[in-house]
């Protein structure tokens, strides 16, 4: 019984541990450019269970602008988390979701 309470309590654990570097990932947010031009990073606004902003890492400069408020999925690999660094997810895949206005 006592294995079972303990096993169950690592899964939890596990469970709620967020992505971790290496993770695959797909996120839906704003693409938004941070910074000026032409030293700009392209961040996702993320909103839900995995919200915050995530920076892109891989995505070519004439597509960050391009896709500038533009709403997308993003799908890669977690390269960075923590709560003292900016999350960083490289680019594998970006898909509209909708337009920016």
Do not use: N, Y
């Not at 303990?6 to 899964?11: G, V």
């Not at 996702?44 to 891989?58: C, F, K, S, T, Y």
């Not at 960050?64 to 923590?82: E, H, I, P």
């Amino acid at each position: 019984m006592a294995a079972a309470i303990a096993f169950s309590s690592s899964l939890l654990a596990c469970a709620h541990a967020g992505p971790q570097p290496g993770d695959h990932l797909s996120l839906q947010g704003r693409l938004v450019l941070k910074g000026s031009d032409p030293l700009f990073t392209p961040v996702l606004i993320v909103a839900g269970e995995q919200g915050g902003q995530w920076e892109l890492r891989g995505m070519e400069r004439s597509e960050a602008l391009r896709l500038q408020s533009t709403m997308l999925r993003v799908s890669g690999t977690v390269l960075q988390v923590g709560a003292a660094l900016p999350a960083v997810l490289r680019v594998e895949e970006v898909r509209i979701e909708e337009r920016g206005k």
